[in-house]
């Protein structure tokens, strides 16, 4: 976590305030390092881009009232994740969220510090949100929307947004955190043109995994290339998939959702796939006594370095269907 305050803000004392303390303390408990809720950031903005359908995988690429409607997907996908944290509000309260019997509402900003709060959560806890996909990361923070927390202007709406102090008083549970990988993203131009320049959709996810080896690669990156229903047939090792084309010039493609294949990573030295990912991994033959090296085949096997030739097909992954 980076430092608890908006950039250029000095760090100032909390006020007390138990029930936020509460709230904090749930939340801390439920997801200490911030993996549950990143997963929400990964996936409300991929539920935005729909690349299965659209293939698209940037902000900008989003039309202007998709962009208005991340926040509504964020504070319904905060809630199903988190339903041993977050209660529905009884009926008749205007805010977002019951947690620990505290109304608490949610609130998203394209810009950090930026949130706009409305009448109704004047004097609440205010469960406060920011992610930004270019720059891989998020945040999230608990604060109170008292008078002095809050700007003394409002617009026409009677809404306004945090004053400095206010935003100095929130108390983050996570700030500056990393969300999961967006891969297509972070692909310098060049790399970029030649994964989305196949006409197949085979033949793109194909090209990303021979290009973009040693990384973790989500499942809606394969599905936004895919542009299929079973876009993780794309995959396979049946003849017409990525890893028999791959295979064949030295390539492993390990999946997260088998633990004999995160061993196959792990054993690598490699980033190990979390569930729903993938890794590309260039391997050569290896001596049995050398460090990182798998024994697949009745072989060992190493991660090829940068540049070394690689002349002999991969061995196969260990078999993870049901009764071999």
Request: glycine share 8%; proline share 7%.
């Amino acid at each position: 976590m980076s430092d608890p305050v908006l950039p250029g803000m000095p760090l100032v004392e909390l006020e007390p305030d138990p029930a936020r303390d509460q709230v904090v303390g749930v939340f801390s408990k439920a997801d200490p390092d911030g993996t549950r809720a990143a997963a929400v950031f990964r996936a409300t903005y991929d539920q935005l881009y729909d690349g299965q359908h659209t293939g698209r995988f940037r902000w900008d690429q989003l039309f202007k009232t998709e962009k208005t409607h991340y926040g509504t997907l964020l504070e319904i996908n905060l809630r199903r994740e988190f339903d041993d944290v977050i209660d529905d509000t009884v009926e008749g309260h205007a805010l977002d969220y019951s947690i620990c019997g505290h109304d608490v509402d949610c609130k998203f900003s394209q810009s950090l510090g930026l949130w706009m709060l409305p009448p109704e959560c004047f004097g609440q806890l205010l469960l406060v949100a920011w992610a930004d996909d270019s720059k891989g990361t998020w945040c999230l923070g608990v604060v109170r929307a008292t008078e002095p927390n809050r700007r003394s202007s409002v617009n026409r709406d009677g809404k306004t947004q945090l004053s400095l102090p206010g935003r100095q008083q929130i108390a983050w549970l996570h700030y500056g955190a990393n969300l999961p990988p967006n891969v297509l993203l972070s692909l310098d131009a060049l790399t970029l043109e030649r994964v989305l320049a196949p006409r197949s959709g085979q033949a793109r996810v194909t090209e990303l995994l021979r290009l973009v080896t040693e990384r973790r690669i989500g499942r809606n990156t394969i599905a936004t290339l895919a542009q299929q229903d079973d876009y993780m047939a794309r995959l396979r090792d049946n003849g017409n998939g990525a890893r028999t084309k791959l295979r064949e010039i030295g390539y492993l493609i390990p999946g997260g959702d088998y633990e004999a294949h995160r061993a196959v990573a792990r054993k690598l030295g490699a980033e190990v796939p979390s569930p729903g990912e993938v890794i590309s991994l260039k391997v050569v033959p290896a001596e049995p006594d050398a460090p990182w090296t798998v024994e697949l085949e009745g072989r060992h096997w190493r991660l090829a370095r940068d540049g070394e030739p690689v002349t002999e097909s991969a061995p196969k992954l260990p078999d993870v269907r049901k009764g071999r």
